[in-house]
């Protein structure tokens, strides 16, 4: 999907300051320059009420979420868990080259996306394997596939990570069940890579 200007709020810092609507005492030419890959939200209009400031200029800016997976109420919304830096932390430790590279380049550049949504978790899927409720979470950008144990929804835990640069970009993420897999009692996992244009079917036990 693009993010086509007439359909999203997505843009850079440099773009405001263009505009005329941020601070500059705040955001200097040498503060910008460091924030240039970063995309922030261009909703935020600080000449207009409810956020009008004195000037009218922004001394803030928002980036956008999320790096991480939610687990909220279906009753009430409340937020139960979130994985928090869960994924960058994982990935910063066992493969540090990869950490919030561009996997759609397939150029391995430590940091590209750090200031663009990260590891970009973007797709999910849960599925039952042994009575035990997972939920295996496609990272986008990074490439790799996070499984989470949400058996006891009070302490959610990373079950496994799997992670091959040969397949980049996982799309679409599908969990076969044991009683429905062609494989005899074997749960599955099936995951379409866009970027590699590749389809891996992993067994999941």
Known sequence: MND???WTDVT????LAEQ???DRKVFTDSLLAELKDLSVSGLERCDR???KTRDGKCPYMYSFGSRSVSLFDGNTGKL???SADLFEQLIARLAPEYFNWNAKKNKVKMDKRSGDK???PENV???LVNNRHYVFVGLERTSGIAVI?????DAPFLADFYMDPLDRGPEGVLFIPAEQSPLADQALLVVGYEYSRTLTIYTVK
């Not at 850079?12 to 773009?15: A, G, L, S």
């Not at 144990?149 to 929804?153: A, C, K, L, Q, R």
């Open 4 to 6: 086509y200007k007439a």
């Open 12 to 15: 850079t810092p440099m773009m």
């Open 20 to 22: 005329g609507r941020l």
């Open 49 to 51: 009420k409810p956020d």
């Open 80 to 82: 139960v868990w979130d």
């Open 118 to 120: 990260g590891c970009e």
């Open 125 to 127: 899927t849960v599925g």
């Open 149 to 153: 144990d949400m058996t006891n929804i």
